[in-house]
C-alpha cells in the first residue's frame, strides 16, 4: 500500500555487524522488486532488484530474499560500514508504476 | 555517465509565486516521472510520461502541471504554490513501465516562504 506515518522504523547496528532490513509488500501481483538507498538530501539510489522468478539475489556485500508466500521482502548487509548509513525503501511493481514500502533508517555505530 | 539531472538542487519561492523545476536525462529512457517527497516520507509519484504519452495520478492536485518538449527534457510546474507544497522534488527515468528499474534524480528542494 502508499507509504504514511511521520516516524521511519530505525534499525542501529555496530560496524561490522550484518543487518537485515525487512519489508512486507502489498500485492500479490507484483512481479519485480527493488531496493533503494536514500541518504539524507539526496535521491533514491538503486541498490539490487529481484525478479519473481527469483527468491535469492546477490550482489556485492547485500542480498535480497523473497518470500512469495508471505509477501515478504529483505535486504541483508554483510559488515555494514558507516557509508551505509540512510534510509533503505524497498518498492514493488505490480503494475506501470513502483509503489514503495514505509522505509527503514538504518545507523551504524562505531 | 548517463544520468538524471534536476536543476536547480534548492528553490525557494514565494506563496503564490509560479516555480518551475527542471530534469534531464542522457539514458534516453521512455518513461519520465515525477515525485513528490516529504520527510521521513516516501515518494509520492505525481505523473508520468510514456514518451509524449501523459499519465496523471487521480489524487495528484491541479496545481501542479508537467511538459515533457523532448526525450530529454521534463518540468514539473507549481502554478501557486502553498505552504504544504514545500518539500522534496524527484525525477526519474525507465527505460520501460513494468519490470524495469527506475533511476533517480538527487532532487530539488523546494521551499515556499
Known amino acids: 500500500g502508499e507509504s504514511v506515518g511521520l516516524h521511519l522504523p530505525t534499525l542501529s547496528v555496530q560496524e561490522g555487524d550484518n543487518s537485515i532490513i525487512n519489508c512486507a509488500y502489498s500485492?500479490?501481483?507484483?512481479?519485480?522488486f527493488i531496493w533503494y538507498k536514500q541518504e539524507s538530501g539526496k535521491g533514491p539510489q538503486f541498490i539490487i532488484d529481484?525478479?519473481?522468478?527469483?527468491d535469492k539475489r546477490q550482489g556485492q556485500r547485500v542480498t535480497v530474499l523473497l518470500n512469495k508466500t508471505v509477501k515478504h521482502l529483505s535486504l541483508q548487509i554483510a559488515a555494514t560500514q558507516p557509508g551505509d548509513s540512510a534510509v533503505y525503501f524497498c518498492a514493488e511493481t505490480p503494475a506501470d508504476k513502483l509503489i514503495f514500502g514505509t522505509g527503514t533508517r538504518l545507523q551504524v555505530f562505531p | 555517465d548517463a544520468m538524471v539531472i534536476q536543476n536547480p538542487r534548492y528553490q525557494v519561492t514565494q506563496f503564490g509565486k509560479p516555480v518551475t523545476l527542471s530534469c534531464s536525462q542522457t539514458?534516453?529512457?521512455?518513461?519520465m516521472y515525477w515525485y513528490q517527497q516529504k520527510s521521513s516520507q516516501a515518494p509520492k509519484l505525481l505523473f508520468h510520461?510514456?514518451?509524449?504519452?501523459?499519465?496523471n495520478e487521480a489524487d495528484t492536485p491541479d496545481n501542479f502541471q508537467s511538459r515533457r518538449p523532448n526525450t530529454s527534457f521534463c518540468f514539473l510546474d507549481i502554478r501557486s504554490p502553498g505552504l504544504g507544497d514545500a518539500a522534496m522534488y524527484l525525477c526519474?527515468?525507465?527505460?520501460?513501465?513494468?519490470?524495469?528499474?527506475?533511476?533517480f534524480g538527487p532532487g530539488t528542494r523546494l521551499t515556499v516562504l
Open positions: 510520461y510514456y514518451d509524449k504519452d501523459f499519465n
Open positions: 500485492n500479490s501481483a507484483s512481479d519485480y
Open positions: 529481484i525478479r519473481s522468478n527469483m
Open positions: 539514458l534516453n529512457h521512455n518513461v
Open positions: 526519474a527515468t525507465s527505460r520501460d513501465y513494468r519490470a524495469d528499474t527506475q533511476y
